[in-house]
């Protein structure tokens, strides 16, 4: 199947069992403050689940366009270098409001997964929260699966949050083992090791975290499902990696062409390239933009990190606008915003892109000189803050070259650097206010 195949075969077995579908929320959430984008499907359900507006319907289906690259989900480190986080996916997931509850979500999971999309069992984990018996005990009663494959994981796997507050509940997941010799597997490889993704989590949301820490018990029990389309897609069109998707491949095909290089040559800046284009297109279609602070800021450095890597790709002239046609395309069944909008993707993107253009190479030669001169194996905090203040580098960016070479950057330094330039701007901005004082008196 391809991905928009696997994406409707996920809606349409839910629609088959009274879910309606609901469109996806916008990656830039509309009136919650407690997030910077919309990083899981039941963002958009969260006032369902607190009580505060009754759902239309009890059962729902969606595919949710998700980004995590701040907060309390942040995968940021972990894109390019492996092939299967990312900074924006797709997560399917599957609700009950109120009404279903763990059986039927677990019943309906192993259905799908194993009789729908024949899955192959003998791949397949299931993680409960060690103190959840019921859903232990269902795993056992109402799947066939091998008992000896449900495994007990503690609060860090097995309980899920949105954030430092909010919805949340014992949650289980199932992971898929991806090696190529099916007896070399071990429980002890789940949660650890990366032969086994995660590929669905099953949110049983009964309790809601306040912001003193503590937990109260919601009116009403619900379920809250999430699985990743890019990794299913991956499993079911026998890859070991999401980019060898077709939710990827004719992203990083257009990049081949633009830089003459092949994918396999130098694979990781391919990667982070086509991850961070997904991000970049998603969040400008949905109104976000660059700037210095805040969201904007995450989306300048994601914008900054890609240029970057097309450094390593010889790419000297802006290029990431050139692959939103590539995404438009590949996205255009579910999501036709992208190629609805995207004359005003390609012209943020490009006009970012040469103003950071105007700076990058300075700042990368500046980079090898700090190297060439280091003493040791971090870089001064001073050094990052010269990097960020007069090239643009996001300190994040400094951070990923020095790990690169086996190197850190003294944080806190840079912080400190940050911090005597805002007073200097301060008392500059006083010293201003006092003159045009004195001009008026
Ligand atoms: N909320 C859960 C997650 O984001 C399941 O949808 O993983």
Redesign the pocket.
Known sequence: MNSAEIRASFINFFKEKEHTFIRSSSVVPIDDPTLLFTN???NQFKPIFLDKIKPNNLRAVNTQKCIRVSGKHNDLEEVGVDKFHHTFFE?L?NWSFGDYYKEEAIRWAWELFTEIWKLDKKRLWVTVFKDDDVAYDLWIKVTDIDPARVIRCGKKDNF?E?GETGPCGPCSEIHYFIGEDINQQDAKGVNHSDQYWELW?L?FIQNNRKSDGSLEDLPSKHV???AGLERIAAVMQAKTSNYDTDLFLPIIEELEKLTKIEYNRTPIPFRVIADHVRMLGFSIADGALPSNEGRGYVLRRILRRAARFGRELNLHEPFIYKLIDSLGNIMKESFPEINEKSSHIKNVLEAEEISFNRTLDRGLNHFEKIVDQLAGKTINGLDAFKLYDTYGFPLDLTQLMAKERGLEVDEDGFKISMNEQKNRARKKDQFQKDDDLLEWT
């Open positions: 899981a499907g039941m997560m997931g899920w949105m989590n949110v809250d499902t999430g």
